[in-house]
């Protein structure tokens, strides 16, 4: 991703990702961090700079509706609402002379250490814990889906991309951003079908769209869910 300046006519400016690829056309996608382009690579800075003028107004309107969305940035204290699997639950900071490993218990999330006052510390041990739920599930529904599929995976791993969900690439290795313990199952496993659908084409193409669905009928539906879940998800840093 290159960091990029789009400068309007009023001489506001919006920043942008530029993600260059290799592609026919230019595709815009507001996420929790703001616009992301994905661009032709061979594509100049003034033709560039041309549609994104042109799409300005739709650009405006959509920044503007993801700041009305903005959901409260996390504060790592006890009593913080969480979300896991779907399911809303709280954490639990308790004083306790020795570290502890965090638990789930019921619908608390429990951390028992003598640094809880600390968020910094906090935070590190929530987000290693929802790492380690995560791997063992995405890797799960991988084996799952690549059985079905006849194919063989060479590795799955965890991602912390801001603005990607998932990725694959020709040597059949799946990456998943870790956030999406958060969702529910089925968005974990759109997501998963997703990338798995990669496998058989490379691209965003009709093929892929059929390869998609067969693994996961309802996935127009589940990516609407997952976009307007996008903001809550990306509270986690």
């Known amino acids: 991703m290159i960091e990029q300046q789009l400068r309007l006519p009023g001489g506001q400016t919006i920043p942008y990702q530029l993600d260059l690829r290799l592609r026919k056309t230019i595709g815009l996608k507001i996420t929790a961090n703001g ?3 994905h661009a032709p690579k061979r594509i100049s ?3 560039l700079q041309q549609v994104l003028l042109q799409k300005a107004a ?3 309107q959509k920044l503007a509706l993801r700041e009305t969305n903005q959901v409260a940035p996390m504060q790592w204290q006890d009593g913080e609402p969480l979300l ?3 399911q809303d639950i709280v954490l639990t900071l308790q004083h306790h002379a020795t570290n502890k490993a965090v638990v789930l218990q019921g619908n608390q999330l429990l951390l028992r250490s003598p640094q809880v006052d600390q968020p910094a510390f906090v935070a590190r041990k929530v987000l290693q814990w929802y790492a380690q739920q995560a791997l063992p599930d995405f890797k799960r529904r991988v084996e799952l889906v690549a059985a079905q ?4 995976i060479t590795s799955v791993a965890l991602s912390n ?3 990607r969900w998932g990725s694959c690439n020709s040597r059949k290795q799946i990456r998943l951003n870790w956030r999406l313990i958060q969702a529910p199952p089925h968005i974990i496993q759109y997501v998963v079908c997703h990338e798995m659908a990669h496998l058989r084409e490379m691209n965003h193409s009709a093929r892929f769209y ?3 669905e067969s693994l996961f009928p309802n996935h127009v539906q589940a990516e609407k869910e997952l976009r307007a879940l996008s ?3 990306h509270r986690m840093a």
Do not use: H, N, T, Y
């Open 161 to 163: 991309a801001k603005s």
């Open 35 to 37: 616009l992301v382009v």
């Open 58 to 60: 739709w650009i405006q």
């Open 84 to 86: 896991f699997m779907g």
């Open 231 to 233: 903001p809550i998800l």
């Open 149 to 152: 599929m006849g194919e063989k």
């Open 45 to 47: 800075a003034i033709q």
């Open 210 to 212: 059929a390869v998609q």
